[in-house]
Nanobody
Framework: QLQLVESGGGLVQPGGSLRFTCTASGFSLDYSTIGWFRQAPGKEREGISCVRSTDDSTYYEDSVKGRFTISRDNAKNTVYLQMNSLKPEDTAVYYC????????????????????WGQGTQVTVSS
């Protein structure tokens, strides 16, 4: 079955860190645009960071700049999100997503059209 599988969520204290992993199963991310999205209760889903598989072009939403880092490992068919200095407002369900084409990273984080979505995983930042 074609799917994106996420891992790495959980409960963390303010100022703490988490690392998300998103691995493609049944298809390749070698030629794709990939991103991380989040949705807080009662809020719209928003793109927070996106990357292209074919170059080092990246995008970060302003609220996570300097704290989150997106990276990829094409050999492992995997994308990562390192999350540092976490704040309570980072609490949300986080999703990875992919389009099997090359588009701008800004467009990837903005558009609702995706080929594949991960299952979603909860991040809770609280004392």
């Amino acid at each position: 079955q074609l799917q994106l599988v996420e891992s790495g969520g959980g409960l963390v204290q303010p100022g703490g860190s988490l690392r998300f992993t998103c691995t493609a199963s049944g298809f390749s991310l070698d030629y794709s645009t990939i991103g991380w999205f989040r949705q807080a209760p009662g809020k719209e889903r928003e793109g927070i960071s996106c990357v292209r598989s074919t170059d080092d072009s990246t995008y970060y939403e302003d609220s996570v700049k300097g704290r989150f880092t997106i990276s990829r490992d094409n050999a492992k068919n995997t994308v990562y999100l390192q999350m540092n200095s976490l704040k309570p407002e980072d609490t949300a369900v986080y999703y990875c997503a992919a389009r099997l084409t090359i588009i701008s990273v800004q467009a990837m984080c903005r558009t609702s059209i995706k080929n594949y979505w991960g299952q979603g995983t909860q991040v809770t930042v609280s004392s």
